[in-house]
Structures are given as structure tokens and as C-alpha cells.
């Protein structure tokens, strides 16, 4: 799974990376090295106005954690954060927003955890490992979004209206699958057009366009037990840790 990541680039950086041409200003989204579960997270996705059909490529926070449009609660959407690839297409929560809404989530590299038993009179813990393409390149992570509309609100509260995300992943291949058999997939830079195209439906085709990180060229390396804690933040999170992480190799 795809459970904590890392998004520190500015919007505009955002912008000009995806060629997006609608976003606004005053939206905010802090940096962060510790994006945890029903966090605001930035998404690129391309919409349709209503009035004139145009489709515009924009980027909004959305709340990382899918609530279905039929939920009667957001509550479930803690439980959705990742949607399998083997199965996003068939899905009740998934198959909609796989055929019609999906998005890109910036990424600069995403955590995935291993156990290391206890040795030497060591207690057994949980070793985070940061992985990250080698060129630094920003990560664009294969989403989901969704609208979801709180039953009990007035009929003209527009703030009834959540709109959350998820991240597809896949069996984890590499340096990768050492760590954890999951892994999120990604979009490259060639298919970003039809992956966001809303009149794309065929999920066949869009399950064609999923594809490894960096094409599978990254960075594994064990960073401080800190990111254990989504209190936590900060680069300091990827610093080395002081104790012997253990063998990846096993």
C-alpha cells in the first residue's frame, strides 16, 4: 500500500510540471514530508464547465481518503486511500471515478515500512524506507477523486460538497518490493493527456497507461523513525537513521 508520502513543490512549480492551466492562488496546501491519510493534498485533474463544456486541466486540493458518492458518511473514506490496480475497475467504490475522474497526485517520493526483528538486545521495530525516482524528477502518482454531498445539508450550502482521492497501486517489482509488496503506480509524462482526458471510459485502455515509478529507476533508502509519527514533519524526516535499519538484501 500506499499508506505516507512526501509533496514539498509549490503550486506554480505544479503548474508549469503538468501544464496546468486553471488553479487558484488562494488555495493552500503546506509542503509536507509526512502526507498522511485525510490530509488536503494536491491533485491535477481536468473538468468540464458547465456552462461552456470547455475542459480545463486544473490543480485543487482534494482530502486524500475516497468517500464514494453513495456513502452516507466521509467516514470510510480513512479506509480508501489506495485502490488496487487488479481490481479499481470492477469495484464499487472505484469502477465510476476509474472510468470518469481521474487524477494525478504530485509526489517527491512515498515511505513504505519493514520489519526488522529484534538483535543484539535491540527491541523489534518498524524501519521506514523513503523511495524516490534517482533523478529527483517529480512522481505522478496514478489517482482516483470523487464528489461526495452531506445528506443532511441545506440544498444550497456549498459547503456540503468533499471532494477526496485515491492512489491505485500495484505489486511492487525492484529495489521497491524488497521493502513492501505494494507499491503506487504511476503516469508518465507522454500519457498524462488521455490518462486526465474525462472523455476517455474504455478502462481497459486507461489500465494500459498505469505504469512503475521512474520506470523503476529509484532510490531506496532508510530514513528516521520520526515518520513513524504523522505528527511529524519536516526534511528532517529523511535524514539517516542512527541505528542499523537491517539487510534489504534479505
Known amino acids: 500500500m500506499c499508506g505516507r ?16 492551466t486553471r488553479w487558484n492562488p488562494e488555495d493552500a496546501v503546506a509542503p509536507s514530508w509526512n502526507v498522511a491519510p485525510t490530509d488536503l ?6 473538468r468540464a464547465d458547465t456552462t461552456t ?7 485543487r486540493p482534494l482530502r486524500w481518503g475516497l468517500v464514494p458518492s453513495w456513502a452516507k458518511d466521509p467516514g470510510s473514506g480513512a479506509k480508501m486511500i489506495n485502490a488496487r490496480m487488479e481490481t479499481v475497475h470492477t469495484k464499487p467504490a472505484f469502477r465510476r471515478p476509474f472510468a470518469r475522474r481521474r487524477c494525478l497526485l504530485p509526489a517527491d517520493g512515498f515511505y513504505e515500512w519493514r ?3 529484534a538483535d543484539g538486545g535491540r527491541k523489534a521495530r518498524r524501519q521506514p524506507w523513503y523511495i524516490t ?8 502518482m496514478a489517482g482516483l477523486y470523487e464528489f461526495w ?9 456549498p459547503g456540503a460538497w468533499l471532494t477526496t482521492c485515491t492512489v491505485i497501486t500495484t505489486e511492487a517489482k525492484d529495489a521497491a518490493g524488497r521493502i513492501h509488496p505494494r507499491m503506487p503506480l ?3 509524462p507522454a500519457d498524462y493527456d488521455a490518462w486526465l482526458d474525462p472523455g476517455r471510459q474504455d478502462p481497459e485502455r486507461s489500465r494500459a497507461l498505469l505504469a512503475t515509478p521512474a520506470a523503476g529507476r529509484v532510490t531506496v533508502r532508510p530514513v528516521s523513525t520520526a515518520v513513524n509519527d504523522v505528527r511529524n514533519n519536516g526534511p528532517g524526516l529523511l535524514a539517516d537513521p542512527p541505528d542499523d535499519p537491517g539487510d534489504l538484501t534479505r
Do not use: H, K, N
Not at 53 to 59: A, F, H, K, P, S
Not at 133 to 140: L, R, T
Not at 149 to 157: F, S, T, Y
Open 186 to 188: 504511476a503516469i508518465g
Open 149 to 157: 454531498r452531506d445528506p443532511a445539508a441545506a440544498p444550497d450550502d
Open 53 to 59: 463544456g470547455e475542459v480545463t486541466r486544473q490543480l
Open 41 to 46: 493534498v494536491w491533485a491535477v485533474l481536468e
Open 133 to 140: 525516482p534517482e533523478d529527483g524528477s517529480v512522481m505522478a
Open 5 to 20: 508520502y512526501v509533496s514539498t513543490r509549490r503550486p506554480d512549480e505544479l503548474a508549469e510540471a503538468f501544464r496546468v
Open 115 to 117: 520489519a526488522v526483528p
